[in-house]
């Protein structure tokens, strides 16, 4: 997708993004430091917000296409069964078991399929939200920072599954986190975000070990790098 | 001691009082769940006013409802012509006015808490808006179940309206809590706790009911 001179203004904040391009099938990696609009920015992409101004070209996607998981995902009042069909049921989609197993033992919640979501723990909840954006095999993913809550292995685990899907079926991903080794591993192009707009970008392994611009040279100092 | 009311005639007063009290918790909710979902969804230009409105109505005293219901019904009032005053329908009119804003103000403030993130997450979904709807209605359903069970019990124990546009008639218009009022001005207070514990048993008998029947409770618990 195309975004160019994209605007939103607040009360005590304006985004302002000249020009961003997300080509299909790579993985995207948004970082910043806390209040420099990564949430605000990535919801105006996943068209969960209008912007005041400026365009955004999804090449022929429609909204079915595209899906957002939060760090603190909307869990139905539901079953951990039922939220994860829940996606394939608005599509009148049946899932069939082998599929269902796959995912919740992906999540590590194939124990508790028929637990009560809302009283998973924050960590699993986050899991519980991220198969259930991916049953649909959506084209575009925006992740925000939707493993904040998990164990380290837990994180290790899941990107590993998606480097790994990205080989069988290719992906278009934008991830936002404060982890600079998840961005490292998964990511090979970096958006960095500075008070509103994007600061600086380019291809991962260049920008993170020798970052030119001295705002995200400041950053990745304070991230212990 | 005297039975002012038979046996016979307590059961009647008791079918009328449900009768009344169900019929008018079913109108108000048809109303009030659409109205107050409606209101939270909608932006208009005096939307504030209306939710301003809407809690002074909330708030409202029976009797003034009373009063209103009597003035527009009474034989030289405006719908004075359809003959409705000291009647059920009367009664019901008078709740269906006391009820409808509190059902729609509390679902529309429960929905304003809730129904942005619900719609946000069902577009990431992707629901389409009758789909995002539904999904919206059953994710507030605790809430809106607690609106109606409040409707319920205003309904129920309330006695101010209802004694004005129903004029507590024998056989007739006598509720309950008509009865228990007119039992304690006549001196009658055996009868009167007596009835009134027959009221507090079926109004917690049926809100038991009905939330037993409810299996799920709601986490609220927000720090995990
Ligand atoms: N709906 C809104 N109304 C007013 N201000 C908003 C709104 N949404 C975001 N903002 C403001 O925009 C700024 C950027 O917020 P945003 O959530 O995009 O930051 P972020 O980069 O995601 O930070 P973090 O790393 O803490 O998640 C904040 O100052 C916030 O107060
Ligand atoms: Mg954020």
Excluded at chain 2, 103 to 110: E, Q
Excluded at chain 2, 128 to 145: D, G, K
Aim: positive net charge; glycine residues 8%; contains cysteine.
């Amino acid at each position: 997708m195309k975004i160019s001179n994209l605007r939103k203004n607040y009360e005590h904040f304006a985004l302002n993004i000249e020009s961003m391009e997300i080509r299909p099938g790579r993985v995207y990696g948004i970082i910043g430091q806390n209040g420099c609009g990564k949430t605000t920015a990535m919801k105006l992409l996943a068209g969960l917000t209008p912007p005041d101004s400026g365009s955004l070209d999804y090449e022929g996607l429609t909204p079915r296409d595209i899906t957002m998981v939060f760090r603190k995902p909307y869990i139905l009042n539901d079953t951990v069964v039922n939220n994860l069909v829940y996606p394939l049921k608005l599509r009148g989609i049946t899932p069939h078991n082998g599929e269902l197993d796959h995912y919740l033992e992906l999540a590590e919640l194939a124990g508790h399929r028929e637990a009560y979501a809302p009283g998973l723990s924050g960590g699993q909840q986050q899991k519980l939200a991220l198969v259930r954006a991916l049953i649909f095999s959506p084209k575009l993913i925006f992740i925000d920072e939707a493993f904040s809550n998990m164990d380290i292995e837990s994180v290790a685990k899941f990107e590993n599954y998606i480097l790994h899907r990205q080989t069988t079926h290719p992906t278009t991903w934008v991830i936002i986190s404060h982890q600079l080794s998840n961005i490292k591993r998964l990511c090979s192009y970096i958006y960095f975000m500075y008070n509103g707009s994007v600061d600086a970008h380019g291809a991962a392994e260049k920008i993170l070990s020798s970052p030119e611009n001295a705002n995200l040279r400041r950053y990745l100092q304070h991230e212990g790098m | 001691m005297l039975d002012i009311l038979h046996d016979t005639e307590i059961i009647g007063v008791i079918t009328l009082t449900l009768r009344m009290t169900l019929l008018s918790t079913f109108i108000s909710s048809a109303v009030g769940i659409p109205a107050g979902l409606l209101l939270e969804r909608s932006d208009f230009a005096g939307k504030r006013f209306v939710v301003a409105l809407n809690r002074t109505l909330m708030a409202s005293p029976p009797v003034v409802i009373g009063l209103v219901v009597y003035l527009l019904l009474m034989r030289r009032g405006p719908l004075g012509f359809l003959g409705l005053l000291f009647t059920f329908e009367a009664m019901v009119v008078a709740q269906v006015l006391l009820l409808t804003p509190i059902i729609c103000g509390m679902v529309y403030t429960a929905a304003s808490r809730n129904a942005g993130r619900i719609r946000a997450f069902a577009q990431t979904m992707g629901a389409n808006s009758r789909q995002t709807h539904v999904l919206t209605a059953r994710e507030l359903s605790n809430e809106i179940y607690f609106a109606v069970v409040t409707g319920f019990g205003r309904a129920m124990s309330e006695v101010g309206a209802i004694m004005i546009v129903g004029g507590n008639i024998r056989f007739h218009t006598r509720t309950m809590t008509t009865s228990i009022s007119m039992l304690r001005n006549q001196g009658e207070i055996n009868q009167a706790i007596y009835l009134g514990a027959v009221l507090m048993l079926i109004a917690f008998s049926v809100t038991m009911t009905t939330d037993f029947l409810r299996r799920r409770e709601q986490r609220t618990d927000e720090n995990f």
